[in-house]
């Protein structure tokens, strides 16, 4: 095992979780399995790979500003519950 019972108890208490002894035992082994896992990817050959952020290519669709007409204030307070000349009326939210 690459990671001891002892130390899933001390990552635990950090983390300030309460673990019974079936826990740590079934962390200890899945974290176990992550670890083993991390280390076969260190085998993997990656001379001449560049680095990258992310596995595959990305690009941003952006698109030209465009001015268009805004909501009239009218239709906009419409259907408000309640407002009074030109505004949206709250319940106060700081006292």
Do not use: C, W
């Amino acid at each position: 095992m690459k990671i001891s019972k002892a130390e899933v108890v001390h990552v635990a208490d950090l983390a300030r979780l309460e673990l019974d002894d079936a826990a740590i035992d079934r962390f200890a082994g899945q974290i176990d399995t992550v670890l083993a896992y991390v280390d076969m990817l260190k085998e993997a050959d990656t001379q001449g790979v560049s680095p990258t952020s992310h596995a595959i290519s990305l690009s941003n669709a952006f698109r030209e500003d465009a001015m268009k007409k805004s909501l009239d204030r009218e239709a906009a307070l419409a259907n408000a519950p309640e407002r009074d000349d030109e505004n949206f009326v709250v319940p106060r939210v700081i006292g």
